[in-house]
């Protein structure tokens, strides 16, 4: 009999992961808070829930894909005492590493397995099933939750075994892509400041070792001036402020990472909150 996986959060990611899901042969229950992002699941063969409670049901898995700690501890307040005590929480929403001690201490009193299971990639990977999975996870608990990744995910990193060494990883990760965002952001102002062409800088290091696939994507949407959210300017902002205070637990210098924040927050406060991150490059110039 198929496995039934309940996707909660239907935004950018979680609706291409619970597509994907669909497509591997789950049977898969979606419930987002505003229904019209998760109505349309509904025509590719998911079942749209209500609420969080019906979609968690009868659930063997349960995803949670919302936008951070507070959005994931509300929701599954509710969620938890619904699950069956043979299910498991895959926690995939970047939370950062505290966070994760307080989720896994609610699931540990429910009774409730908790997997810590941040992803790498944006809207086309979540889309395309090619997300990779950083995994806290109990070696007990892989061979079940290995197929749930393989059908989001081209890649699983087995990062750990314990709750958080997932989303330690993955604060790592970012925090490059959004020193990336943010140094593309700069040379794009730099150049145009300067009267230059921002288009001549990205020929210039193409195919150099400075190059990067990633600045040149990202540049090419600063230069238009165009952006369509596939890693929105609020996620990124909450990102930067989760790195920020991780690093400076561990005694990172968050000197980088602090004018990062700065500046995706003032991008997001000047109205590009719900635009891609690339946004970041309106702040750059004063
Ligand atoms: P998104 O499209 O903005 O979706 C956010 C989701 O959270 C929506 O379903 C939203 O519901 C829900 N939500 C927010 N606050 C809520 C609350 N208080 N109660 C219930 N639901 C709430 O964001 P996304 O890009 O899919 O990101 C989801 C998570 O994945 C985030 O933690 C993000 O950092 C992480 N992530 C994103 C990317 C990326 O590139 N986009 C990549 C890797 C990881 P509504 O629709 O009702 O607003």
């Not at 109505?39 to 894909?65: C, H, Q, R, S, Y």
Request: charged share 20%.
């Amino acid at each position: 009999m198929a496995k039934t996986v309940a996707v909660l959060g239907t935004g950018i990611m979680g609706s291409g992961m619970a597509r994907n899901l669909v497509e591997a042969g789950f049977d898969v229950t979606v419930w987002n808070r505003s229904p019209e992002k998760a109505k349309p699941l509904g025509d590719v063969g998911a079942k749209v829930a209500e609420n969080p409670e019906a979609a968690v049901v009868e659930a063997d898995f349960v995803i949670t894909m919302l936008f951070d700690e507070d959005a994931v501890s509300e929701v599954m307040e509710r969620a938890l005492s619904a699950m069956r005590t043979e299910a498991v929480w895959i926690q995939s929403a970047t939370v950062g590493v505290d966070a994760v001690v307080r989720l896994a201490a609610k699931a540990n009193q429910a009774g409730i397995a908790y997997v810590d299971a941040p992803v790498l990639g944006t809207r086309q990977p979540a889309e395309e099933g090619t997300l990779t999975v950083l995994a806290g996870c109990p070696t007990e608990l892989r061979p079940a939750v290995e197929p749930v990744f393989d059908a989001v995910g081209a890649r699983t990193v087995w990062v750990g075994e314990k709750p958080g060494d997932g989303q330690r990883l993955k604060l790592v990760v970012n925090s490059w892509v959004l020193s990336i965002v943010g140094a593309t952001a700069q040379a794009v102002d730099f150049a145009r400041s300067q009267g230059l062409d921002p288009a001549v800088f990205f020929e210039t290091i193409a195919g150099g070792g400075t190059d990067c696939a990633y600045a040149q994507l990202k540049g090419k949407a600063m230069i238009a001036g165009e952006f369509p959210p596939a890693f929105p300017l609020e996620g990124a902002a909450k990102d930067a402020s989760l790195i920020s205070d991780a690093m400076q637990a561990v005694g990172t210098s968050p000197v980088l990472m602090e004018a990062l924040r700065v500046s995706f927050e003032a991008a997001a406060d000047a109205g590009h909150a719900d635009e891609d991150m690339a946004a970041v490059v309106t702040a750059f110039h004063v």
